[in-house]
């Protein structure tokens, strides 16, 4: 993508010839893309993560090629639609994020976008650089530390000039030059327009004692509130994360698998093998993202074997249906990522109804089948903090022994 027709390049200070990849691009033709977002909603307190996109309806939908994103009915009700990918920082490299948007409530509404983490129990932003338009006055935020750092209206005068009308489709854009101290750019479109232009800016060099985000790799989200009891809503056609010509999939290799066979495993099916990113890493709110890559499994008699994507851990249980808690979990030295492995028996049930599996075979008796590995073409399956990988395996017609000889991972750093 090129700057060189409809952005002014003396504010990012770069040639006409710069280019940039796209990180994460993805739009809403028929559903919301589970492979690149999740749902988060707080209704009437209760924060909840869905398992997929599907299990929010009502409040993330995807109706006639459109996001449509909706705040609850009560007051203070949010609704994020986020990337399940933390688009990282590269030092020295610019980073953009790209969306169309329609407003459909605008003088009473709560709508904030942009670059941002939260909080997984309050969904309070603890990192963020967006957009915000809050009873019909748009503003230009930056959160470092779960404090909002910088919080200043758009200049009228600068809107004006585009003649905009926020209730019919324009885009938005938000530039950050990030190198932890850089500035940042926001930008819209208007019917007078040809394409974004500057509306405000943050001018970050020799002006600030601490770096403009604590943690600059940050999900792309699109977030609606309740204002008031009025129940925020907005659509949008498509969304773009770009950065400065840097490969965004560096990634350090782990492994897990089974220290024992999982025995008995019958028709009802067993977790052979679990591993999950966990919220927090050394203190910090996690935003290592990994990628699965293949899994090798082995089996004495004729089974099946499915791997499950799962957003939160609350689907698998322990003896008499007890939820797992943080230590159930093997933290493992050089990666954030976390595993238990069921040749212990530890997981006794699950509950995976409505989810489809991410990949899966079936295996004949005493054989050794591997899956996975997708090609560079593919949508890779990525996690982030919160979500749970699961390997399950299905004894037919008998009761199997089988072994995850391999659960294979990269972790971007």
């Not at 939260?118 to 530390?145: H, K, R, W």
């Not at 000039?161 to 208007?190: C, E, P, T, Y």
């Not at 995976?352 to 073409?377: C, K, N, R």
Request: charged residues 15%; contains cysteine.
């Amino acid at each position: 993508m090129s700057f060189d027709q409809t952005y002014d390049k003396t504010a990012f200070n770069i040639p006409v010839t710069e280019t940039r990849k796209s990180v994460i691009s993805a739009f809403f033709r028929e559903v919301i893309p589970d492979t690149i977002f999740k749902v988060a909603t707080k209704v009437n307190g209760v924060v909840t993560t869905h398992a997929n996109a599907a299990a929010a309806t009502g409040y993330a939908d995807a109706i006639n090629g459109e996001l449509v994103l909706k705040a609850g009915t009560h007051a203070g009700d949010t609704t994020i639609l986020f990337t399940r990918r933390h688009p990282k920082f590269h030092a020295n490299r610019g980073k953009m994020f790209s969306t169309s948007l329609f407003y459909d409530t605008l003088a009473l509404g709560d709508h904030e976008i942009g670059f941002v983490n939260f909080n997984d129990t309050t969904l309070a932003i603890e990192d963020g650089l967006t957009f915000q338009m809050i009873n019909g006055v748009c503003y230009a935020n930056i959160y470092s530390l779960g404090v909002q750092t910088y919080h200043a209206p758009i200049d009228l005068g600068a809107l004006a000039a585009l003649n905009i009308d926020f209730a019919k489709g324009h885009l938005l854009d938000i530039q950050a030059q990030l190198r932890d101290v850089g500035n940042v750019f926001w930008f819209l479109s208007g019917k007078t327009s040809n394409g974004p232009k500057m509306i405000h800016e943050f001018l970050g060099l020799n002006a600030q004692s601490n770096v403009t985000v604590s943690s600059p790799a940050m999900h792309g989200v699109y977030i609606v509130r309740n204002n008031a009891g009025v129940q925020s809503q907005i659509r949008s056609g498509c969304l773009d994360i770009s950065n400065e010509s840097q490969d965004e999939d560096i990634q350090s290799p782990f492994t897990f698998f089974n220290a024992a066979d999982v025995a008995n495993v019958g028709s009802g099916g067993t977790v052979l093998i679990a591993v999950r990113v966990p919220f927090t890493y050394s203190g910090r709110l996690n935003t290592r993202d990994s990628q699965y890559y293949k899994c090798s499994v082995t089996t004495d008699k004729r089974a099946n074997v499915d791997i499950y994507l799962i957003s939160n851990q609350t689907l698998l249980t322990k003896g008499a249906g007890a939820p797992l808690v943080d230590t159930d979990w093997t933290s493992v030295t050089g990666t954030s990522l976390q595993y238990i492995d069921n040749s212990s028996g530890l997981i006794t049930g699950f509950n995976l109804t409505g989810l489809s599996p991410i990949d899966g075979t079936a295996l004949q008796a005493a054989s050794t089948f591997e899956m996975g590995l997708p090609s560079p073409e593919r949508i890779p399956v990525v996690m982030s903090h919160g979500d749970v990988l699961v390997v399950v395996g299905f004894g037919t017609p008998a009761a199997a022994a089988m072994n995850v000889q391999g659960l294979f991972f990269g972790e971007g750093i």
